[in-house]
């Protein structure tokens, strides 16, 4: 079984719409992450969380939002989609090394 | 704030030669960890190597070796012998080795492919 787990691997939706992705995890581990990644840019980070009641945003948090549910479970929103946040997105937990799931690729059109 | 560079947007490498893909980076922490992950076409994220700022020894890892300078703040990636199945995305990253609030910082890639 896979360590990290996103769902779903593939979206395809239109601007304004409310997206959620979605990362579980099954090793036990405190933290959290979400990135983006985008062509020529890398991965950069969106939000991070050490734990439940931790969550702190990351160089572009602007248009995301994140909720975790569970030590397990961390979740990442687009309230209101637009396309310049078409990206392939991971979720990776621990921190050295990081593990990540396999991404999302979402595309809003 | 941390930086990563990779100056090498593409490279090739015909098979069974020996490349090696730039990386440096930019901190003022003495303490920190650097790793080299690989991104095939499936898009998954795979650690490579990974070296302990510490750590004096280079990291080895079978064909996969680094040049670790810290004093040049320059950690690049050496594959030996390459293989067709190499051909992937290379992004080398960086991480403090503080407690609290420590993050990765990723280049922004190497696209390397193989020749057969």
């Known amino acids: 079984d896979a360590d990290v787990t996103q769902t779903p691997r593939n979206r395809i939706t239109k601007t304004g719409k409310r997206i959620m992705l979605e990362c579980s995890q099954t090793?036990?581990?405190?933290?959290m992450y979400w990135y983006r990644q985008d062509p020529g840019l890398g991965l950069r980070l969106i939000y991070y969380?050490?734990?439940?009641?931790?969550?702190n945003k990351g160089e572009i948090s602007d248009g995301y939002s994140v909720s975790r549910q569970a030590q397990a479970k961390f979740s990442l929103s687009l309230e209101s989609a637009i396309p310049n946040q078409t990206a392939l997105y991971f979720c990776?937990?621990?921190?050295?090394?990081?593990?990540f799931g396999d991404g999302t690729r979402l595309s809003i059109l | 704030a941390q930086t990563v560079t990779q100056s090498q947007p593409e490279m090739s490498v015909q098979e069974a030669e020996t490349v090696t893909l730039s990386c440096t980076y930019d901190?003022?922490?003495?303490?920190?960890?650097l790793f080299w992950y690989k991104q095939p076409p499936s898009r998954q994220m795979i650690l490579v190597i990974r070296?302990?700022?510490?750590?004096?020894q280079n990291a080895t890892e079978n064909r996969f070796s680094v040049n670790f300078q810290k004093a040049a703040k320059s950690f690049s990636l050496k594959i030996s012998d390459s293989q067709l199945g190499d051909t992937a995305m290379y992004f080398c990253?960086?991480?403090?080795?503080?407690?609290?609030?420590?993050?990765?910082?990723f280049g922004t890639g190497t696209s390397l492919t193989v020749i057969p």
């Open positions: 070296q302990e700022a510490y750590k004096q």
């Open positions: 969380s050490f734990d439940v009641k931790d969550i």
């Open positions: 990253a960086f991480m403090t080795a503080l407690k609290t609030g420590n993050q990765f910082y």
């Open positions: 090793k036990g581990h405190d933290r």
């Open positions: 901190t003022s922490e003495s303490n920190y960890y």
């Open positions: 990776a937990t621990r921190n050295q090394p990081q593990h």
